[in-house]
C-alpha cells in the first residue's frame, strides 16, 4: 500500500544538556496532516525549526515527544531505511569516492537488489535528469548542478513515499537555482509522490508547494496553499513573510475619526491618517483606544486608479528603486516606511510628495497584542 | 615591481645552494657508503662504486637482526597505536562532549613530559616486567608516545567528513557498522594511511629509549649504528653503508608524509 | 560549509547521542585515556618518589628515607652547573640558528624557481636522518680533523683545520642538532609562509614597500604565531637532546657537553644512583612543564571541533 501521507501529532524536539536536562526546544508541539501526492514546504527564518522536524521526519533526529506516522504507520522508531523515505541534502552529501552510478546503486546494493535490478533503475533516472554520460565520473569532477541534480537521482532511484529536501538550492548560483526549480516541481507532477520540501526562500516556497507551512521559533504559524496564504494572512509574522517587497504593517490605534473610525498611526511624525469604513470599520469597532496594526500590500497601492474604494494618502518619497517596469517607492510614515509597487516607468526622486491609493479592500487589520488577524 | 629575470635567475641558484648545503652531508653518506674502507677517508667524488662494504657490514653483525627489530618495534607498536587510537578518534569526533576539547589538550600536553623525566622509572619497570632488551618493551613505549598524535590526526580527519554524508548513508540504508565501512573508511584511509607512516618514521629514528632499554637482542637500527662511535680500524664506509641502508627508505617516506608531518608535529597550530 | 550534523546555530553545546547507549560510547574512548594517563601518573610519580629516598640500581641494600639528600646532592654535583648551562646554551643556540634560517630559507623559497619541490626536498631530507646517524656522519665524514670534509675545505683554503670535537665540543653538538632540526623549523614557516595572501604583497608594493620592509613588516609578523609554535616545540624536544651526545663526546671532554638529559643518564645508568637521577628528571620536568603551559593554551585555542 503506497499511502504517503505523512501525520505529524503534537510532535516535539527538545535538546539535552550534558546532564540529560533539558536545553532548548526546537520543536514546539507541532501538528500537520500531509496528504498522499502533496507538496508542502517547510518555511520559516533560520531557527524556526523546519529542518529539525524534517531530519525528524527522516528518522535522523530522535523525537522527544509526539508521533510521526507515514501512511497509517508510526514511524517514531523505525530506522530511515525502513521508512520509505529519500532526502535530498543542501550539500549534496554525494559519496566522494564513488562514481556517480554507485553514489546513485549505493542504496538498492545495500537493499541486496539484483544487479540487472540494480542497473536498469539508475540508467532510467539518470536518463530522466540528463546524467546518463557521466555515470562513470567522480562528484568531484561535477559543477554543482550536476551533483544536486545525482543527490536527485539517488534519492528517486530508491522509490520512496516520501521525498524529503533540505534546503537544496541554497549553494547553487540564481540561475541555477531557477532551473532546479521547475525540474523538481516537473518531478513532482511526472511522480506524483509526496513531498516536503524545506527552505527560507518565501519565493521558492510560494512557487513550488501545493501547501505551505509557515513556521516560527518551533511553532506553526500557518498552513495553507500559496494564494491563501497571500490574500489570508492569520497574523502579522506570516503577512510580513509572505510577499517581496513585504507588506506594509503600520503600528497605531483606532479613534474616532471624522463621522467614523479611522487608523492614526503611533508617531510623532509623519503619521498617517486613513479612515476605516464599511467592513473595516465593523472590525475595528472592539478596537477603539487600542492598539492594532494596518497591514497593506504594496502592490496594492496605486497611483491610477480613484474610486470609492480606494483612499488617497499623500507623503513625501524617502527612496524610489526603478525595476523598469514599475518603481518601488518608499515613503516616510510614522512607524516606518509604506512601500508602494508603482507601476510604470516614471523616474521618481527623493523628496518628491505623491498622492497613492490604497485599496482598502485588500487591507488586513491586526490586533496589536496578539499579533493576529482581526476577523 | 616584477621581479627582473636576473634577480629570479639568482635567486634559484641562491636557493639550490643552500638546497645542496644541507644535504651535502646525507650526501657524502650515499656515496661513502659505496666506497671500500681505504677510499672512503678521501671523500673524493669520484670513484669506482663497490658494494665492497655492504657485504662487510652484513658479514662483521647481524645486521638483518637490527632491521627486524627496527620493523617490529615501527609497525609492532603503530598498529598497537592505532587500535586504541581510532576508536577514540571516532568517539570524539562523532559523537563530542563538553569534555572532548580538554581530553584532546591533554592527551597532547602528555607529549611534552621529557622522555628523561621518567627514564629511571621506566627503566626500572622494564627490568621488573623483564622487558627490558625486549622489543615489547619498546612497542609498548613507542605505542605510548605516538598515541596523542595517533588519536589527534586521526581525529582531525573524523572531523573532516561531513555529517551529511553519513547521514546519506544511512538514508541509504546503511547500519552502524555500513557507514564505517563504506562511507568512512574509503574517505579516511589516505589521512590515516599517512599517519601511519608518519609514525612508523618517528619510531624508526626514536633514538632515547632504544639506546636505554635495548643492547643486543632487541637493539634496533639505531642502537646498532651507535656502536660505530667506538669503532675499530677504518670504518667509514661500513658505517655509511649501514647509514644508508637505515636512511634511505625512510627518507622516502618521510618525503611522501611532508604534509601530515606539519598537521601532526604541531597539533595543528599551523595551518 | 560542510560540518556539523544538527544545525549548528540552533544547538549549543549539548551532546546529541542517537542510537548508541552512552555506555559504549565511554568505552571507546577509554582505553586511550587510561593508557596515557598510566603512563603519565605511575612513571611520574615514581620518580618523584625516588628523587626522596636512597636507591641505587646496583645495590639494592640502600634505601630509606632521604629528604632533600638527593637534590642538595645533584646540586652539588660538579656537573650540575655546567649541564644546566649547556641545555640553556644548547636550546637557545639551536633555536635561534634552526628559526633564522628556516625564515631566511622560507621566504627564499617562497616563489617558483627550477626544480623547487626536488630542492625542498633536499632541504627537509635531515629530519628523517636518525640521530646517531646525524652524529656519527657529522663527527666523522664532516668534522674529522685530518680527513673530515671541513678540514679539508679549510686547508684548502689555507686555514688551519678546526678540531670540533676536541676544542669546540658544545659548538659541534650546537651544529649537528642545528642541522637535524633546521629541517623542522624550515618546513613549519614554509607552510606558514605559503598562507601570505598574494594580495597583500600587492597592496604592500602600491604602499611603496621594498622587499626587506614588506619582510619586516608584514611576512614576520605573520610568521610570529608559526615561530612561535616552532620555539615551543622545539625547546620541549630539545631539553631531552641525548643520542647525539651518547653518541659523540659521552658528555666530555669533562663536562663541556653534558646537558640535563644525559647528566640523569649518567647519575642512573652510569652511577646508578637512582635517587639523585630521579631529583634531576624531576628538574626536567619542571622546566618542561613551564614551556609545555603555554603551549597548551596555544593549542587550545587552535583546536578544530566539529
Known amino acids: 500500500m503506497n499511502d504517503g501521507s505523512v501525520h505529524m501529532k503534537n510532535l516535539v524536539k527538545t535538546y539535552l544538556d550534558e546532564h540529560g536536562n533539558p536545553s532548548f526546544t526546537a520543536v514546539k508541539g507541532i501538528n500537520l496532516d500531509i496528504k498522499d501526492g502533496e507538496f508542502m514546504v517547510l518555511v520559516g527564518p533560520s531557527g524556526c525549526g523546519k529542518s529539525t522536524t524534517l531530519r525528524m521526519l527522516a528518522g535522523l533526529e530522535s523525537i522527544s515527544g509526539g508521533t510521526i506516522s507515514i501512511g497509517e504507520r508510526v514511524v517514531n522508531n523505525v530506522h530511515p531505511k525502513d521508512r520509505g523515505i529519500a532526502m535530498v541534502f543542501q550539500n549534496y552529501a554525494l559519496y566522494p569516492h564513488m562514481t556517480i552510478f554507485d553514489n546513485m546503486a549505493f542504496g538498492l546494493k545495500l537493499a541486496k537488489k539484483p544487479k540487472e535490478f540494480i542497473k536498469e533503475s539508475v540508467t532510467k533516472t539518470a536518463k530522466t535528469l540528463g546524467l546518463e554520460k557521466m555515470l562513470e565520473r567522480k562528484p568531484g569532477a561535477l559543477s554543482g548542478g550536476q551533483r544536486q541534480r545525482v543527490a536527485l537521482g539517488r534519492a528517486i532511484v530508491r522509490d520512496p513515499k516520501v521525498f524529503l529536501f533540505d534546503e537544496p538550492l541554497s549553494n547553487l548560483d540564481a540561475k541555477m537555482r531557477v532551473h532546479m526549480r521547475s525540474e523538481i516541481s516537473r518531478l513532482h507532477t511526472q511522480m506524483t509522490t509526496t513531498m516536503v520540501y524545506v527552505t527560507h526562500d518565501q519565493i521558492e516556497a510560494m512557487t513550488m508547494g501545493d501547501r505551505i507551512c509557515v513556521m516560527r521559533d518551533g511553532s506553526i504559524m500557518q498552513v495553507a496553499d500559496p494564494l491563501t496564504l497571500y490574500r489570508q494572512p492569520d497574523n502579522i509574522f506570516v503577512a510580513g513573510f509572505i510577499g517581496s517587497p513585504p507588506m506594509n504593517l503600520l503600528k497605531g490605534k483606532v479613534h474616532k475619526v471624522d463621522s467614523g473610525l479611522g487608523f492614526v498611526e503611533d508617531a510623532q511624525e509623519n503619521a498617517l491618517t486613513i479612515p476605516l469604513r464599511g467592513k473595516l470599520e465593523k472590525l475595528a469597532t472592539k478596537y477603539v483606544g487600542k492598539p492594532i496594526i494596518f497591514g497593506i500590500r504594496p502592490e496594492h497601492l496605486s497611483d491610477q486608479v480613484s474610486d470609492p474604494d480606494h483612499v488617497p494618502v499623500t507623503a513625501a518619497i524617502e527612496i524610489s528603486e526603478p525595476m523598469g517596469s514599475e518603481s518601488i517607492v518608499y515613503f516616510k510614515a510614522g512607524t516606518g516606511n509604506l512601500i508602494a509597487r508603482v507601476p510604470g516607468e516614471h523616474l521618481y526622486h527623493p523628496g518628491e510628495r505623491l498622492t497613492v491609493q490604497l485599496n482598502m479592500e485588500k487591507v488586513h487589520l491586526f490586533d496589536g497584542e496578539t499579533e493576529n488577524v482581526i476577523k | ?271 | 560549509m560542510s560540518t556539523a550534523p544538527p544545525p549548528a546555530a540552533t544547538v549549543p553545546a549539548a551532546a546529541e547521542v542517537e542510537a548508541k547507549p552512552s555506555p559504549v560510547l565511554a568505552l571507546l574512548q577509554l582505553p586511550s585515556v587510561a593508557v596515557l594517563f598510566l603512563w603519565m601518573i605511575v612513571p611520574l610519580a615514581m620518580t618523584i618518589y625516588f628523587s626522596f629516598v636512597r636507591k641505587n640500581l646496583l645495590n639494592p641494600e640502600l634505601t630509606g628515607f632521604a629528604g632533600l639528600e638527593n637534590y642538595r646532592f645533584l646540586w652539588e654535583d660538579p656537573a650540575f652547573w655546567p649541564a644546566i648551562v649547556n641545555s640553556i646554551i644548547l636550546i637557545a643556540a639551536v633555536l635561534i640558528i634552526t628559526v633564522v634560517l628556516g625564515t631566511l630559507f622560507a621566504v627564499l623559497f617562497d616563489r617558483d624557481f627550477f626544480g623547487k619541490n626536488i630542492a625542498t626536498l633536499l632541504v627537509i631530507a635531515p629530519f628523517f636522518v636518525m640521530p646517531t646517524v646525524s652524529a656519527l656522519i657529522w663527527k666523522n665524514m664532516m668534522m674529522h680533523p685530518v680527513y673530515g670534509l671541513l678540514a679539508v675545505v679549510t686547508t684548502k683554503l689555507g686555514l688551519p683545520a678546526i678540531d670540533w670535537f676536541s676544542t669546540h665540543p658544545l659548538l659541534s653538538i650546537i651544529i649537528i642538532v642545528s642541522w637535524e632540526w633546521l629541517p623542522f623549523a624550515f618546513l613549519i614557516l614554509f607552510t606558514s609562509i605559503k598562507s601570505l595572501d598574494q594580495e597583500q604583497k600587492e597592496a604592500a608594493a602600491v604602499d611603496g614597500a621594498n622587499p626587506v620592509q614588506f619582510f619586516f613588516y608584514v611576512t614576520l609578523s605573520h610568521l610570529s604565531r608559526a615561530i612561535g609554535v616552532v620555539v615551543m616545540i622545539e625547546t620541549i624536544f630539545l631539553l631531552s637532546i641525548f643520542a647525539e651526545i651518547y653518541t659523540t663526546t659521552s658528555g666530555g671532554p669533562g663536562t663541556a657537553t653534558t646537558n640535563l638529559a644525559f647528566l640523569v643518564y649518567a647519575l642512573g645508568l652510569q652511577q646508578f644512583d637512582a635517587g639523585i637521577a630521579s631529583a634531576g628528571g624531576i628538574l626536567a620536568v619542571v622546566l618542561a612543564n613551564i614551556v609545555a603551559f603555554f603551549m597548551v593554551r596555544l593549542m587550545a585555542k587552535n583546536l578544530q571541533t566539529r
Not at chain 2, 674502507?37 to 663497490?50: D, K
Not at chain 2, 609497525?75 to 569526533?93: D, H, N, V
Not at chain 2, 619510531?203 to 639506546?211: D, G, K, R, V
Not at chain 2, 636512511?247 to 604541531?266: C, E, F, S, Y
Open chain 2, 1 to 271: 615591481m616584477e621581479e627582473t629575470k636576473l634577480s629570479k635567475w639568482l635567486f634559484g641558484i641562491l636557493a639550490w645552494l643552500v638546497a645542496i648545503i644541507i644535504f651535502f652531508p646525507i650526501f657524502i653518506m650515499m656515496i661513502t657508503a659505496f666506497k671500500n674502507e681505504r677510499e672512503a677517508q678521501s671523500l673524493s667524488l669520484i670513484f669506482l662504486p663497490t658494494l665492497e662494504s655492504f657485504f662487510e657490514v652484513f658479514a662483521r653483525s647481524n645486521y638483518l637482526k637490527y632491521v627486524w627489530n627496527s620493523m617490529l618495534a615501527s609497525i609492532g607498536s603503530t598498529l598497537l597505536c592505532f587500535l586504541l587510537a581510532i576508536p577514540a578518534a571516532y568517539r570524539m569526533a562523532f559523537y563530542p562532549t563538553k569534555k572532548t576539547q580538554s581530553t584532546l589538550v591533554w592527551m597532547l600536553s602528555t607529549k611534552m613530559m621529557p622522555a628523561v623525566g621518567v627514564l629511571i622509572p621506566i627503566y626500572i619497570l622494564a627490568q621488573t616486567f623483564g622487558v627490558l632488551d625486549n622489543i615489547v618493551g619498546l612497542i609498548i613505549i613507542y605505542a605510548l608516545i605516538n598515541l596523542p598524535i595517533a588519536v589527534w590526526m586521526s581525529y582531525t580527519y573524523f572531523c573532516e567528513i561531513p555529517g551529511a554524508i553519513l547521514e546519506a548513508a544511512r538514508i541509504d540504508g546503511a547500519t552502524i557498522w555500513g557507514e564505517l565501512w563504506h562511507v568512512l573508511r574509503p574517505m579516511t584511509v589516505p589521512g590515516l594511511a599517512s599517519t601511519a607512516l608518519l609514525l612508523i618514521i618517528l619510531s624508526w629514528n626514536e633514538a632515547f629509549w632504544s639506546l636505554n632499554l635495548t643492547s643486543v637482542n632487541a637493539a634496533p637500527l639505531p642502537v646498532f649504528i651507535a656502536s660505530y662511535s667506538s669503532p675499530e680500524g677504518l670504518f667509514w664506509a661500513k658505517l655509511s653503508a649501514a647509514s644508508f641502508l637505515a636512511v634511505a627508505p625512510i627518507m622516502v617516506l618521510g618525503w611522501m608524509t611532508q604534509k601530515q608531518l606539519v598537521r601532526g608535529l604541531t597539533f595543528g597550530a599551523v595551518k
